[in-house]
């Protein structure tokens, strides 16, 4: 077990008065993964694409946990220099409680030392996932026409740059701008 297979938060990361645990998912999480994605998406990941996705080495998943119930989950994929998000959600009832920051903000730290940047690619009318990116430190990077073919709908290409990670403070960036 490494330093990153269970991370505890301090509470004052998250408003909810249980702590948040940050960990490596587990077979026992594909469930609740699962429901989170379903609550989530138009197009949620059948529980075949993601056993395909956690088979391969380059992929991974981190799950937050609070008082033993899984309510949020980041999977990505480490490729060249990059981690590339492919599903981020929180469970509905602990949205904007700093889960979803504290996720990404741990899997900036675990491949912060082999990587340069996380990507997300993100669909246009998703504007609450465009702005809670940002407020991480993502920005915007160009536009990918009809990226989603079956909606004929076009992504953001949004990057985080770990160099900046470590200093990145979302007070400071809301008011510069």
Sequence with gaps: MNNHDLLAFDPSYCRANSPTIIRNFTRDDVPAILAIERDTFEYPW??????????????????????GDVVGYVVYERRNRTARLLSVAVLDTERRS???????????????????????????RNVVAQVFLRSVGFRAKWIKRKYYSAADEDAYRMTWSLADAENYDPVVARRAG
């Design 46 to 67: 059948t529980v075949q694409e993601f056993d395909f996705c956690m088979s391969l080495d380059r992929c991974g998943c981190l799950v937050a946990e609070r008082e």
């Design 98 to 124: 700093g889960v979803g920051s504290a996720l990404l903000r741990e899997l900036a730290a675990l491949v912060g030392a082999s990587l340069s940047e996380i990507v997300g690619v993100v669909r246009e």
